[in-house]
């Protein structure tokens, strides 16, 4: 299975009687965009939370690049090449725009604690290489005039695209996005798509789930659509857009 | 040249700067003054001012723990304990007299380190468990071993000498000293034993600055590195710290280890000094004495804290024990003598300001924290590290 970068095989999560995702299996194709919908409520984010392990899933397995990543904590998700940005927005608010970016190659960097206390010239390379790396990633989400501004001083827009750029730092092969346009407006959805364009081209796989159809229809290729826990379809956005049971999930059952 | 002078030109602004050259120059003007004004019988002040300099050791560690991870350490004293014991056990002839039945007397020069590195060990065996604890609970935790560690002290028979402690414990020395016109000889080296005695509290204070700068300059080192983040990170969202690859549980073991480590350093010095260690020195106080210090100069700055460690040593230390003199003086020279005298309901000035000690003490807290709720000194937004590694530049060349 070289050619899908996570595979998601039967994993159920239950919160003490309450079945937050039922068995649900799919595969995240290689270098594409995969995109999660499904109403609210429909443990889209429990399941993203299961892949990056904040939650250990109940039952099943989740396998990245051929390696179990079942319940393992969420550093060792990262190290292992798992980024991810989150629904509500979780910045270090009191830390710059830069600093933000540099804590999230953190497990990249190289420097030991003696490094660190004696500042050695190795230390001080890898300080000025993660410098200009994260100068880099902010010039790429659009945000290097504001490296020096503490994180909750941006703007809104600012601060989600802050958190992609926080997430590419950790060198991921696989970007989870948790709903990346909330809130945006369309010429910031427009600008949006257009990162993700410049993202899957730099050979990094995006996995989004959003609730915004036109940007979701647009920008991926393969669609699961989620309800109440369970799978109900899978496929090109065309192939979802027909499927009667996802109308029915979005829109309810005609009488 | 000119390198320092830019370095020196965006720096002097800076309140840390200013305050770390002020913090400097006292250190070396302060015997200076003391000796000049007691007419050269200043060295008992000196000594004091060396035993406040273990505070401030320990705020800075504890600094590291509260100010930089944000994790709350009501028991930091137990840490302070274990380097004192360490030192009285590996640098007196106190081994002799247990079934082990061999003094060890190992150089103050080496046990600082030993002790050091076993307060750090104490550290990690305190932190592994207890880390994955969250806030408060962690608080209650470390006050639990901030409780035992004196208690297993004291009762421990012959190790630890029990109740009454250990004594006679060796002083540092130096296999050489810098002689010179001070003291008739010409200019050089002598080859005699430096030894650090009561006698000699000065040298005591020169060593404590020593010190002092060691660990300021290290911890400022660590600040300033990829781990220095990642702890302002575990502190400010430690969910998203996860997510970016920061293993929390063990930075959090870091913070704690290496807060453990210079509150042992504290404790070997402080044990040296004082050639005597009991387990009553110890106590739930001296926690929150430094916690105190770390909040009132300013959380997650070390100069703050350091500031902190001085106003506070000041006032518990040498200012209330003397404001009942001083009251009395002051009445006197106001003419209103007849405040000092005891009558059938007034206990005499000076009796009234000792028994009220604890009040003031305590307003003086409350006073500063209405007046400067983010402390004396607060850390300053990380800008001089942008600023100065010039990473507009640095981004400029790369293209």
Known sequence: ????????????????????????????????????????????????????????????????????LTG?????????????????????????????????????????????????????????EVTTYSMDLLKLVGLDRHAESYARNLAYGQQRRLEIARALATEPKLLLLDEPAAGFTPQEKVELMELVGTIIKRGITVFLIEHDMKVVMQASQRIAVLDHGEKIAEGTPAEVRGNHRVIEAYLGKSA | MTAIRAYARTHIREPNTIAYIALLLSAILFPLIIQFATNGNGDYLVGVAADGGVYMLMAIGLNVVVGFAGLLDLGYAAFFAIGSYTYAILASGHLAATPFGHAIHLPFWIVLFVAMFVAAAAGVLLGAPTLRLRGDYLAIVTLGFGEIVPQVFSNGGVWTGGVPGMSALDVPKLPFWIQGPWVNQPLGFTTEEFRFTTANLTAYY????????????????????????????????????????????????????????????????????????????????VSVTVLSMVVLGGMGNIPGAMIGSIVLYFILFQFLPNAPAQFEQLATSFGLDSLNHATADWPGLGEEVGRMKYVIFGLVLVGIMLLRPQGLLPSQVRKQELTHTGHHEIAQEAK
């Open chain 1, 72 to 128: 393992a904590p969420p550093h060792r998700a990262a190290k292992a090449g798992i980024g991810r940005t989150f629904q509500n927005i979780r910045l270090f608010e009191y830390m710059s725009a830069l600093d933000n970016v540099r804590l999230g190659h953190h497990s990249r960097m190289k420097s030991y604690l003696w490094d660190s206390l004696f500042k050695t010239p190795r230390e001080r390379r890898e300080e000025r």
């Open chain 2, 206 to 285: 020169v060593l404590m600055v020593f010190l002092i700068i060691g660990v300021v300059v290290l911890i400022n080192n660590l600040q300033h590195s990829r781990l220095g983040r990642a702890w302002m990170a575990v502190r400010e969202n430690e969910s998203a710290a996860a997510a970016c690859g920061v293993n929390t549980v063990s930075i959090k073991l870091l913070a704690f280890s290496i807060g453990a480590a210079t509150s042992g350093f504290a404790g070997a010095f402080y044990g040296a000094k004082l050639s005597y260690v009991s387990s009553e020195n110890f106590g739930f106080i």
């Open chain 1, 1 to 68: 299975m070289s050619d899908s970068i996570l595979r998601v095989s039967g994993v159920t999560k239950r919160f003490g009687g309450l079945v937050a995702v039922d068995n649900v299996t799919f595969d995240v194709p290689t270098g594409e965009v995969f995109a999660l919908i499904g109403p609210n409520g429909a443990g889209k984010t429990t399941l993203f939370n299961c892949i990056t392990g904040v939650y250990k899933p109940t039952l099943g397995t989740v396998t990245f690049l051929d390696k179990d």
